[in-house]
């Protein structure tokens, strides 16, 4: 049995890059709640261990790189999403059980919920890359309606067994296929790590688009990524991922503490505020 005040956790190894921390606490402080939510850097022999002994200090957490497949192996039970997606991101106990979900889904739909509503409608989406945050987002596309997905990848395997595993709806591409497939996309998601501070950006010619498309980027640092400036300068409708990384804190959130939090423009700015200490 968890003491109390109640403490949550995101577990990963490496942690100290991990924004988490200020989310949760900023809302335990705005919300009045007595509770903690700290980083436990977890090396992967000891991730077992951890998630058996959780329980007595903490009501649950959030598991991130490289924990999120042994977490879902560990769990007692899992949500929906985890199921589909193959990966755990958030802990809680249920009568002593341990329970994993993946709020990852959930926080990319409700962003582009926030951001550009009626994202979903008729919607033929390109997805760029085939790894872990594409299978969710796959599965949110898809359980949103979308029909036509197409995904795109360096390494055209990873895209068809992506495909493959979401059948219905989703199809494989390789990347010179993208000015093809941008003639009638109207929402373009960049899923892979091109465009992250210090690495390569996805050089992409986006005159294909339609003038309706959106463009979302799910890579937060830099918040406006090349890919999403070129977006801009072309006078598409561009939405960001830290709304993603707010929006999937939320479930999380709610399961430990009791009450659901929200995402507010005082919490973007004090999450953009931290991360303009990485540049
Ligand atoms: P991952 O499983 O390692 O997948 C990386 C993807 O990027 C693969 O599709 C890979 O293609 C592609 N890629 C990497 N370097 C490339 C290059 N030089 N050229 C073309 N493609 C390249 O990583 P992930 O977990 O999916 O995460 C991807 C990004 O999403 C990271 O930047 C992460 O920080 C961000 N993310 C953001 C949120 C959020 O809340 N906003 C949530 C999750 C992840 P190959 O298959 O060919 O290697």
Same mark, same amino acid.
């Given at each position: 049995?968890?003491?109390?005040?109640?403490?949550?956790?995101?577990?990963?190894?490496?942690?100290?890059?991990?924004?988490?921390?200020?989310?949760?606490? %900023?809302?335990?402080?705005?919300?009045?709640?007595?509770?903690?939510?700290?980083?436990?850097?977890?090396?992967?022999?000891?991730?077992?261990?951890?998630?058996?002994?959780?329980?007595?200090? %903490?009501?649950?957490?959030?598991?991130?790189?490289?924990?999120?497949?042994?977490?879902?192996?560990?769990?007692?039970?899992?949500?929906?999403?985890?199921?589909?997606?193959?990966?755990?991101?958030?802990?809680?106990?249920?009568?002593?059980?341990?329970?994993?979900?993946?709020?990852?889904? %959930?926080?990319?739909?409700?962003?582009?919920?926030?951001?550009?509503?009626?994202?979903?409608?008729?919607?033929? /989406?390109?997805?760029?890359?085939?790894?872990?945050?594409?299978?969710?987002?796959?599965?949110?596309?898809?359980?949103?309606?979308?029909?036509?997905?197409?995904?795109?990848?360096?390494?055209?395997?990873?895209?068809?067994? @992506?495909?493959?595993?979401?059948?219905?709806?989703?199809?494989?591409?390789?990347?010179?296929?993208?000015?093809?497939?941008?003639?009638?996309?109207?929402?373009?998601?960049?899923?892979?790590?091109?465009?992250?501070?210090?690495?390569?950006?996805? /050089?992409?010619? @986006?005159?294909?688009?339609?003038?309706?498309?959106?463009?979302?980027?799910?890579? %937060?640092?830099?918040?406006?990524?090349?890919?999403?400036?070129?977006?801009?300068?072309?006078?598409?409708?561009?939405?960001?991922?830290?709304?993603?990384?707010?929006?999937?804190?939320?479930?999380?959130?709610?399961?430990?503490?009791?009450?659901?939090?929200?995402?507010?423009?005082?919490?973007?700015?004090?999450?953009?505020?931290?991360?303009?200490?990485?540049?």
């Amino acid at each position: 049995m968890a003491e109390f005040p109640p403490r949550a956790f995101v577990c990963g190894h490496p942690i100290a890059h991990s924004r988490s921390p200020i989310i949760h606490n %900023y809302w335990l402080g705005e919300l009045g709640i007595e509770g903690h939510y700290e980083r436990r850097d977890i090396a992967p022999d000891v991730f077992e261990a951890f998630v058996q002994e959780f329980p007595r200090l %903490y009501v649950g957490g959030n598991v991130t790189i490289p924990h999120k497949e042994s977490a879902w192996r560990l769990v007692e039970a899992r949500d929906e999403a985890a199921e589909i997606i193959g990966a755990v991101n958030t802990l809680w106990l249920d009568d002593g059980r341990v329970m994993g979900g993946n709020t990852d889904a %959930y926080g990319f739909a409700a962003n582009l919920d926030a951001a550009a509503p009626g994202w979903e409608k008729s919607a033929v /989406a390109t997805v760029l890359g085939a790894g872990g945050a594409a299978l969710a987002i796959v599965h949110a596309l898809q359980s949103r309606g979308v029909s036509d997905i197409r995904i795109v990848n360096r390494t055209f395997a990873r895209a068809q067994a @992506l495909a493959d595993r979401f059948r219905g709806g989703s199809s494989a591409h390789d990347w010179p296929a993208l000015p093809e497939l941008l003639s009638d996309t109207t929402l373009l998601i960049n899923t892979t790590s091109l465009g992250m501070h210090g690495g390569p950006e996805a /050089a992409i010619d @986006l005159s294909p688009l339609p003038a309706s498309a959106t463009v979302t980027d799910i890579v %937060y640092v830099p918040i406006q990524t090349p890919l999403l400036a070129s977006a801009a300068a072309r006078g598409l409708r561009t939405v960001d991922g830290l709304g993603m990384l707010l929006h999937q804190a939320v479930p999380g959130f709610e399961r430990w503490f009791g009450v659901r939090p929200e995402v507010t423009p005082r919490l973007r700015e004090i999450v953009m505020a931290d991360l303009e200490t990485e540049k």
